[in-house]
């Protein structure tokens, strides 16, 4: 059974470029959520993607968006960085999006934006 | 007030010392889970609970529905269990999303 893999690990930008982050889900699950954890604080939820179609959504503006391809990997996309969007990002794959499905969590890309 | 609550935030501890982190929480819930963070930003899943108690090894995770709160123990503390320990929910009112506590940082000293 092959876990949650994320890429890159580290990441440093400059404000106003683009990223992409990468997920690759728990072998078997459908289901891929992104969280943005700021240093010092709690995860902070982005969005989840069910079956390639994303089914809820935290506060988050629209600059960041995401995919979820057949094989239900997943990206994250952030436009237009801004210096506040340096945090780690974590994703984590679950089955069918249920409530009750445990989700299991990647090691998470380390995004600077100087 | 934050719908999860993790106390205490910080706990420095000796080694063999058994360790209880507390969570209280004010929603509604699917489900509840502990997680350790180890710096360096990974998370792992401990527990998920709805009801009762679990255990792993030297881990404990009690629940109490009706008291809106969880308990987590560890038995014959060590210093690798020092990290980050964090409670969250499942909302009946978000599926999709946990609600997170803000961690209580562990440190157990040889």
């Known amino acids: 059974e092959t876990g949650v893999t994320q890429s890159p690990t580290h990441l440093i930008k400059t404000r106003g470029q683009q990223v992409t982050l990468r997920c690759s889900s728990q072998?078997?699950?459908?289901?891929v959520s992104w969280y943005q954890q700021a240093l010092g604080q709690g995860p902070q939820f982005i969005f989840q993607y069910y079956r390639e179609e994303e089914n809820g959504r935290g506060n988050f503006p629209p600059r960041f968006s995401g995919l979820q391809f057949p094989n239900y990997s997943s990206e994250l996309n952030v436009n237009a960085l801004e210096l506040d969007d340096s945090a780690l990002y974590l994703c984590?794959?679950?089955?069918?999006?249920?409530?009750?499905?445990?989700?299991?969590f990647g090691p998470g890309t380390r995004l600077t934006v100087l | 007030k934050n719908e999860v609550e993790q106390s205490p935030q910080n706990l420095t501890a000796q080694e063999g010392e058994f360790i209880t982190i507390n969570c209280s929480y004010s929603?509604?819930?699917?489900?509840l889970h502990w997680l350790q963070q180890h710096p360096g930003g990974g998370i792992v899943s401990l527990f998920m609970?709805?009801?009762?108690?679990k255990k792993h090894g030297r881990l404990i995770a009690t629940i109490n529905i009706q008291e809106k709160h969880s308990s987590l123990h560890i038995t014959a503390s060590h210093p690798r269990d020092s990290a980050v320990y964090i409670c969250?929910?499942?909302?009946?009112?978000?599926?999709?999303?946990?609600?997170w506590g803000a961690g209580t940082k562990l440190i157990i000293k040889p």
């Open positions: 609970l709805s009801s009762g108690k």
């Open positions: 969250a929910v499942r909302s009946m009112d978000s599926n999709y999303q946990l609600i």
């Open positions: 072998s078997g699950h459908n289901t």
């Open positions: 929603v509604g819930i699917s489900a």
């Open positions: 984590a794959s679950s089955l069918d999006g249920l409530s009750y499905n445990e989700q299991f």
